[in-house]
C-alpha cells in the first residue's frame, strides 16, 4: 500500500508539494494536468514537467486523477471516436513517462453532487454535505451558482464554468441514454483503450458515481457491486478495474463495502478512504476519518483491503475544514493529513498482527 495525497497542482491548489511531502508515510501525489479540458489530448512536455516538479519535492507521480471522459463518449454521440483517440493519445503518453495508474469517471454531465459544500458541524469544522429534499429542489441548471461564495475561490474539479455554462446542452445530449445504454458506452470506450493500457500496464481504475443514485434524473451505472462486477466481467482484463471510494459507494446504506471489497479482490487499483454521516435516507455528511466521527467503520475497511493484499496507490478523501483554513472545500491540509496519519496507523497495526500472524 502506498499512501498518498491529491494535488491539483502549483495554480490551483492551496497545498505546496512542501507540505504534503512532510506528512508521515505519505510519499506520492494523485494529480493531473488542471487545466486541460475534458476531451483534450494531453501535452507531453506538460506531463514531464508535472512528474519533474513532483519528483524534485522528494515525491512521486502515484497516478493521474483524472484523464476526464469526454460527454461524447459517455453519451455515445458521433464525436465519441474522435475524443477517445485523443484519450489513447494521451494514455501513450503518460505511459511512455511511467505513469500506469489512472482514475477515471463515468458519470453524465456531473462527477459528483453535493447539496452544501460548508455545513458547519458541531466541532466548528465544516463539511460537504447532501441532502436529496435539498436536491429535488434545485434547477439542474441553476446549481453551479449555489456553489458560488462556498469554494472559497477555488474552481471545483468537475465543476469547471465552462461545462456549467452549457447544462441544458449536456441534457439533451444524454436524451435517450438509459442505464443499458450507458453501459454500452462504457464498454466500447474500454475495448477501444485496452490495447494501450495492456502495452503500458496502466491500470483504468473507474471511480463509483457520488451520490451512488441517479441524480436530477440522468443515469448511473457504477453505483453498487453488482454493477461492479458486471463492469469488470464485460471487459475482462486486469487492467480494467476500481477506484474503491468508501464515500462514494458507502453513500447507498444498502451497500456493503466490505462485501464489495472481497468482491473485487485483484481489480481495485486505487482507494479513496472517507467517512460518511448519515443523518437520514439518502442525506448525509462528510465526516473525520476516525471511524466514531461518522457511520463508516474504517478499521474494517482497512482490513478487508489489507486481507486481500492491496497494494496500490490509497489517499485520504475529503477532509473536514478545520482550524480555519482556506481551501478547496474538501481538499484542505490539514484534516487529509490528519485522516493519512490515521489510516496509515491503522494499516501499521494489521501488518503487526495479522501480518505477524502468517
Known amino acids: 500500500m502506498e499512501m498518498t495525497l491529491r494535488w491539483f497542482g502549483e495554480k490551483s491548489d492551496s497545498v505546496s508539494l512542501k507540505h504534503i511531502r512532510q506528512i508521515p508515510g505519505v510519499s506520492g501525489v494523485i494529480t493531473t494536468l488542471y487545466d486541460t479540458k475534458p476531451g483534450e489530448e494531453w501535452d507531453e512536455a506538460a506531463i514531464k514537467k508535472m512528474k519533474e516538479t513532483v519528483n524534485k519535492a522528494g515525491l512521486r507521480v502515484s497516478g493521474i486523477e483524472s484523464v476526464n471522459v469526454h460527454d461524447s463518449i459517455k453519451a455515445g454521440d458521433n464525436n465519441r471516436d474522435r475524443y477517445i483517440q485523443n484519450y489513447i493519445n494521451t494514455l501513450d503518453k503518460l505511459g511512455r513517462n511511467g505513469i500506469n495508474m489512472v482514475c477515471y469517471n463515468f458519470m453524465p454531465v456531473f462527477d459528483w453532487t453535493r447539496s452544501d459544500l460548508a455545513k458547519r458541524r458541531e466541532d466548528g469544522s465544516t463539511v460537504l454535505a447532501y441532502d436529496q429534499k435539498v436536491i429535488d429542489q434545485i434547477d439542474p441548471s441553476k446549481i453551479f451558482g449555489t456553489f458560488e461564495g462556498n469554494n472559497n475561490g477555488f474552481i471545483l474539479p468537475g465543476w469547471e464554468p465552462e461545462r456549467m455554462t452549457k447544462i441544458k446542452e449536456l441534457f439533451a445530449l444524454y436524451e435517450g441514454v438509459d442505464e443499458d445504454k450507458l453501459f454500452e458506452n462504457l464498454k466500447y470506450f474500454l475495448e477501444a483503450i485496452m490495447p494501450t493500457c495492456e502495452k503500458y500496464k496502466i491500470k483504468m481504475a473507474i471511480h463509483p458515481d457520488d451520490p451512488a443514485w441517479s441524480v436530477f434524473g440522468l443515469p448511473r451505472i457504477i453505483t453498487s457491486k453488482e454493477n461492479l462486477v458486471k463492469m469488470m466481467k464485460m471487459v475482462d482484463s486486469p487492467y480494467n478495474g476500481v477506484t474503491l471510494c468508501t464515500g462514494s459507494l458507502g453513500s447507498n446504506q444498502d451497500n456493503d463495502i466490505i462485501d ?22 439518502r442525506t448525509f455528511e462528510e465526516a473525520a476519518h476516525l471511524s466514531r466521527d461518522g457511520s463508516l467503520d474504517m478499521f474494517e475497511i482497512m482490513k478487508a483491503l489489507y486481507e486481500d493484499g492491496f497494494d496500490g496507490p490509497i489517499r485520504p478523501d475529503h477532509g473536514r475544514t478545520i482550524w480555519d483554513e482556506v481551501a478547496m472545500p474538501g481538499y484542505g491540509l490539514y484534516d487529509r493529513a490528519l485522516g493519512a496519519t490515521y489510516l496509515n496507523g491503522i494499516w501499521e497495526s494489521l501488518e503487526k498482527t495479522i501480518g505477524g500472524i502468517k
Not at 260 to 281: Q, S
Open 260 to 281: 464489495a471489497i472481497h468482491a473485487l479482490k485483484g481489480r481495485i487499483h486505487f482507494a479513496h478512504i472517507r467517512n460518511l454521516k448519515f443523518n437520514g435516507e
